[in-house]
C-alpha cells in the first residue's frame, strides 16, 4: 500500500505563493494516477487538481484554474501543487491522493477513486 507524505504548506498573505509536495512510498508510482484535495473548517473534502500516470493530463476545480499547477516527477516518486495568487478561500488542510488508472475524466474529481491518502498539510492565506 501506498504510503503519501504532504510537505510545503505554511501561512502566506493573499497573492502569495507556495508549492506542495508528497512524496510516495511502497508503490510503483507511476501506476498511481495522483490527487490534490482540500478540507476547509468543516467534514467536506474538495477535489483541487489531479494527473494521470504519465503527467500529460491534468485535470483542475475551476476555483483554481489559471492559478495552480499540478505536476509529477515519476522518477522521484513525487507529485506537487504550485499554487499562486492565492487567496483566503484557498485556505485548508491539502490531502495528497493515490488512485489506480483512472480510465473516465469525470472520475478523476471524485474521491472515491483514490485509494491511498496522505495526513495532510496545512494551507492558510491571510487577507
Known amino acids: 500500500q501506498a504510503q503519501l507524505v504532504e510537505s510545503g504548506g505554511g501561512l502566506v498573505q493573499a497573492g502569495g505563493s507556495l508549492r506542495l509536495s508528497c512524496s510516495t512510498s511502497?508503490?510503483?508510482?507511476?501506476?498511481?494516477?495522483m490527487g490534490w484535495f482540500r478540507q476547509a473548517p468543516g467534514p467536506e473534502r474538495k477535489f483541487v487538481a489531479a494527473?494521470?500516470?504519465?503527467?500529460?493530463?491534468?485535470f483542475y476545480a475551476d476555483s483554481v484554474k489559471g492559478r495552480f499547477t499540478i505536476s509529477r516527477d515519476n522518477l522521484k516518486d513525487t507529485v506537487y501543487l504550485e499554487m499562486n495568487n492565492l487567496k483566503p478561500d484557498d485556505t485548508g488542510l491539502y490531502y495528497c491522493?493515490?488512485?489506480?488508472?483512472?480510465?473516465?475524466?469525470?472520475?478523476?474529481?471524485?474521491?472515491?477513486?483514490?485509494?491511498?491518502w496522505g495526513q495532510g498539510t496545512q494551507v492558510t492565506v491571510s487577507s
Open positions: 491522493a493515490a488512485g489506480g488508472a483512472i480510465s473516465s475524466d469525470e472520475n478523476y474529481y471524485k474521491e472515491d477513486y483514490f485509494r491511498n
Open positions: 511502497g508503490t510503483t508510482f507511476s501506476t498511481y494516477s
Open positions: 494527473i494521470n500516470l504519465s503527467g500529460r493530463r491534468t
